[in-house]
């Protein structure tokens, strides 16, 4: 198996499983979205009319919990609360059991997708009267369904590798921590440079919602010892000055980020500041001594910063409130920052498939 297959797989943890599913389900749901959007833009539909399915669910669940359907004006939300909220738990099931066993991702998600839209399509939004009936509902409704399904269980599948790895690896690097053990080095050449740039690249892209992120990040990874950047034109990164400039930073972006009068992070300064934070922290995983990761960095910043720019302008105009979402980025960004700090501390045996899926994927060791 390549280095990049191994970048994805990981070791048995149940726990790690539902939580890397939950993830990927809501990315899937998301993916699934656009997918249909882009089916519309086509002139392609389910051909059901009427209300979604979905906001007929949120005003069961609305009912059964406060005795009132949900308000007309918010239907569209609470639609989209109970599309992605089913994605995420489905998903996260579909995490648990993959890790308990292999042969659920058959198909790389594609089994899972047809499964999602027969029990809950075709079965389900029938059974509790929240569509037509499979036999009077209109016949291009199946195939699309289908389709649509297709896209959630492979995109969901996708997201669920990476995550798990990337989760698995975090852990890893955890437990380095707590038992004292040598910190691993990162490669910058070789066969674990794959790893190396996906990890640097990770760590650039929080910087995409917050721009101090990844900085925050491997200022307090220097200071805490985790990467070490002695003799390079980095070890700046691990003083006492370093982390109290850089703190404060990092709590004022948080703040002025929910401020009206906050530029665009599109705009040019927005963007070439995430790209040079994204760079510096990408080069200090490596000990800031190869260009590469930092050149990783940089592109992960700016393309998060876009991609992160349109998902969120989009989900506060349909919601009509851009709080939470400022919210979820900040604990994504800051979050995801130090978890890619853990992972880079990972050690290289804990990045080597398990025995069961050596076995799965047909790689024999040698006796």
Same mark, same amino acid.
């Given at each position: 198996?390549?280095?990049?297959?191994?970048?994805?797989?990981?070791?048995?943890?149940?726990?790690?499983?539902?939580?890397?599913?939950?993830?990927?389900?809501?990315?899937?749901?998301?993916?699934?979205?656009?997918?249909?959007?882009?089916?519309?833009?086509?002139?392609?539909?389910?051909?059901?009319?009427?209300?979604?399915?979905?906001?007929?669910a949120?005003?069961?669940?609305s009912?059964?919990?406060s005795?009132?359907?949900?308000?007309?004006?918010?239907?569209?939300?609470?639609?989209?609360?109970?599309?992605?909220?089913?994605?995420?738990?489905?998903?996260?099931?579909?995490?648990?059991?993959?890790?308990?066993?292999?042969?659920?991702?058959? /198909?790389?998600?594609?089994a899972?997708?047809? &499964?999602?839209?027969?029990?809950?399509?075709? *079965? !389900?939004?029938? @059974? #509790?009267g $929240?569509?037509?009936?499979?036999?009077?509902?209109?016949?291009?409704?199946?195939?699309?369904?289908?389709?649509?399904?297709?896209v959630?269980?492979?995109?969901?599948?996708?997201?669920r590798?990476?995550?798990r790895?990337?989760?698995?690896?975090?852990?890893?690097?955890?437990?380095?921590?707590?038992? /004292?053990?040598?910190?691993?080095k990162?490669? &910058?050449?070789?066969q674990?440079?794959?790893? *190396? !740039?996906?990890? @640097? #690249?990770m $760590?650039?892209a929080?910087?995409?919602?917050?721009?101090?992120?990844?900085?925050?990040?491997?200022?307090?990874?220097?200071?805490?010892?985790?990467?070490?950047?002695?003799?390079?034109?980095?070890?700046?990164?691990?003083?006492?000055?370093?982390?109290?400039?850089?703190?404060?930073?990092?709590?004022?972006?948080?703040?002025?980020?929910?401020?009206?009068?906050?530029p665009?992070?599109?705009?040019?300064?927005?963007?070439? @500041?995430?790209?040079?934070?994204?760079?510096?922290?990408?080069?200090?995983?490596?000990?800031?001594?190869?260009?590469?990761?930092?050149?990783?960095?940089?592109?992960?910043?700016?393309?998060?910063?876009?991609?992160?720019?349109?998902?969120?302008?989009?989900?506060?105009?349909?919601?009509?409130k851009?709080?939470?979402?400022?919210?979820?980025?900040?604990?994504?960004?800051?979050?995801?920052?130090?978890?890619?700090?853990?992972?880079?501390? @990972?050690?290289?045996?804990?990045?080597?498939?398990?025995?069961?899926?050596?076995?799965?994927?047909?790689?024999?060791?040698?006796?």
């Amino acid at each position: 198996m390549n280095e990049m297959a191994r970048y994805f797989e990981g070791n048995d943890s149940p726990a790690l499983g539902l939580a890397s599913g939950l993830a990927a389900g809501l990315v899937g749901a998301w993916v699934m979205t656009e997918f249909q959007a882009l089916l519309a833009r086509a002139n392609i539909t389910s051909g059901v009319s009427g209300r979604p399915s979905t906001e007929k669910a949120a005003d069961r669940l609305s009912t059964f919990v406060s005795g009132r359907p949900v308000r007309r004006s918010m239907r569209p939300v609470a639609g989209e609360a109970v599309h992605y909220g089913f994605g995420g738990l489905v998903g996260g099931l579909y995490g648990l059991a993959a890790d308990l066993d292999r042969r659920v991702t058959v /198909g790389k998600g594609a089994a899972f997708g047809v &499964a999602a839209a027969t029990v809950v399509d075709e *079965t !389900l939004v029938p @059974a #509790f009267g $929240l569509g037509d009936p499979v036999w009077k509902a209109p016949v291009v409704s199946h195939p699309y369904s289908y389709a649509s399904h297709l896209v959630f269980g492979a995109s969901t599948e996708g997201a669920r590798k990476f995550l798990r790895r990337f989760l698995g690896e975090a852990k890893a690097g955890m437990q380095v921590l707590k038992t /004292g053990a040598p910190r691993p080095k990162l490669e &910058a050449e070789g066969q674990g440079r794959w790893r *190396t !740039l996906g990890l @640097a #690249f990770m $760590l650039g892209a929080t910087g995409g919602p917050r721009t101090s992120a990844p900085l925050l990040a491997a200022t307090w990874a220097a200071r805490l010892g985790w990467i070490d950047l002695k003799g390079s034109r980095l070890s700046w990164l691990a003083s006492p000055k370093a982390a109290w400039v850089v703190t404060p930073m990092a709590v004022g972006e948080l703040v002025a980020d929910k401020l009206p009068s906050t530029p665009h992070r599109t705009e040019p300064g927005g963007v070439a @500041a995430r790209a040079v934070t994204g760079a510096v922290s990408g080069a200090a995983l490596t000990g800031g001594r190869s260009l590469a990761p930092a050149l990783a960095g940089a592109a992960g910043a700016i393309a998060a910063t876009y991609i992160g720019h349109t998902i969120r302008t989009r989900v506060s105009r349909s919601t009509g409130k851009d709080w939470p979402v400022a919210g979820a980025e900040d604990i994504l960004a800051i979050g995801g920052a130090f978890l890619v700090c853990l992972a880079a501390l @990972a050690p290289a045996e804990t990045r080597r498939p398990s025995p069961s899926r050596r076995r799965i994927h047909g790689i024999v060791d040698a006796k």
